[in-house]
């Protein structure tokens, strides 16, 4: 079974407008953490916000916040005010803690999100 | 994050070649990951190192790869006779502990097997 599924391949919004990229989880772990990375056309990737599992509230980075549902197991990333910059591709990954291989993320195929003028 | 520096950010080799990716994690970081990125898909991990010690090595191909992380200077990702299908973006993440709430990537290095 997959353990981070991105089930939209792309996205558009348009500019100014707010955009949930959606991501689902598969664990048994009690304790794991929860990424978003951001990879422009140039290829870079950058960390946009981390989420825990025992974290009560919901993370949040200036534009970017995380709806966790635990749940549900789901992680999904809201951009609030999109910008014409944040048209690239978007990754969920997930680090979990109790497990031989702990340290390693695991990550999303990837949502890519293009912003409207 | 500006702070892990990869070279070189791009790589051509022709198939039967040696490709040797560094990366120098940033200041006071002792943990180096490495994942590879093939087109159109997400990273996947392939090996975890701290300062001389290989921790993880369950995502690496068993022939042709390796990795290391000397106690001077960066760590070293070598894949010995390329093949086309090694064709990918090999990223570098470093973190101070094992368990930070960040991982820090470089910039990739696009490895081009012709």
């Known amino acids: 079974a997959q353990k981070i599924t991105q089930t939209q391949p792309g996205m558009f919004v348009q500019e100014k407008e707010a955009v949930t990229l959606d991501c689902t989880y598969d664990?048994?772990?009690?304790?794991?953490?929860l990424f978003w990375y951001k990879q422009p056309s140039s290829g870079e990737m950058i960390f946009l916000i981390y989420?825990?599992?025992?974290?009560?509230q919901n993370a949040t980075e200036g534009r970017y916040s995380l709806n966790f549902q635990k749940a549900r197991k789901s992680a999904n990333l809201v951009i609030s005010a999109s910008q014409l910059g944040d048209s690239a591709m978007y990754f969920c990954a997930m680090r979990e803690r109790s497990s031989g291989s702990a340290r390693q993320l695991t990550f999303g195929s990837g949502t890519q999100l293009t912003v409207l003028p | 994050n500006a702070g892990v520096m990869q070279n070189p950010r791009h790589l051509v080799r022709r198939r039967g070649q040696e490709a040797r990716l560094r990366c120098s994690p940033m200041?006071?970081?002792?943990?180096v990951y490495w994942y590879r990125q093939l087109p159109e898909e997400g990273l996947k991990f392939m090996v975890y190192l701290q300062k001389e010690n290989i921790i993880d090595e369950s995502g690496m191909p068993k022939e042709r790869f390796s990795a290391e992380f000397p106690k001077e200077g960066p760590s070293i990702l070598r894949i010995q006779q390329v093949v086309r299908g090694d064709s990918a973006a090999y990223f570098c993440a470093s973190s101070e502990t094992a368990l930070n709430t960040e991982a820090f990537f470089g910039q990739g290095t696009r490895l081009t097997v012709v």
């Open positions: 200041k006071g970081h002792s943990h």
């Open positions: 664990t048994s772990d009690q304790s794991y953490g």
């Open positions: 989420q825990g599992s025992y974290d009560e």
